[in-house]
């Protein structure tokens, strides 16, 4: 952004300074001549990088080349070897979770098996009010 108001800017000057070119004497518009290409020579080259990523595409299909890049059969591995550790890191943590998830249910039902009332004690309605009020109670 900056740079574009910088060229934008540099344009208009030389555009201003160019416009009274024509009233100048032949030698004066020599000696201008003669410095601005003396000004161009020592001015500072500016490095363009391109992006090296091409996308081509074609029949359907589309691939990214970087250059003239040759990945071969290890170069291929490597770059998979990402895919691999994250599809591992997927599937142990679904397995962490259903673990966790079966200790919890075998938690509940030792604990419902082991307390002193039934099972359907549980499903009755009166239980959760029951539970409540002796809840409010103990407050």
């Known amino acids: 952004m900056l740079t574009l108001a910088q060229d934008q800017f540099g344009q208009r000057v030389a555009a ?12 004066i518009t020599e000696r201008l001549r003669a410095a601005r290409m003396q000004a161009l020579a020592k001015r500072k080259v500016v490095a363009v990088r391109t992006a090296p990523a091409v996308v081509s595409s074609g029949r359907g299909t589309a691939a990214l080349h970087f250059g003239n890049e040759v990945f071969g059969f290890w170069g291929r591995l ?6 691999v550790a994250l599809v591992a890191g997927l599937f142990m943590i679904q397995v962490t979770q259903e673990e966790r998830r079966t200790n919890e249910i075998a938690e509940v039902d030792a604990a419902l098996l082991t307390d002193e009332l039934p099972p359907q004690a549980y499903t009755d309605p009166g239980f959760a009010q029951f539970l409540k009020t002796k809840a409010i109670e103990a407050q």
């Open 16 to 27: 201003r300074l160019s416009s009274g070119n024509d009233d100048l004497p032949y030698d």
């Open 78 to 83: 490597a770059s998979a070897i990402p895919l």
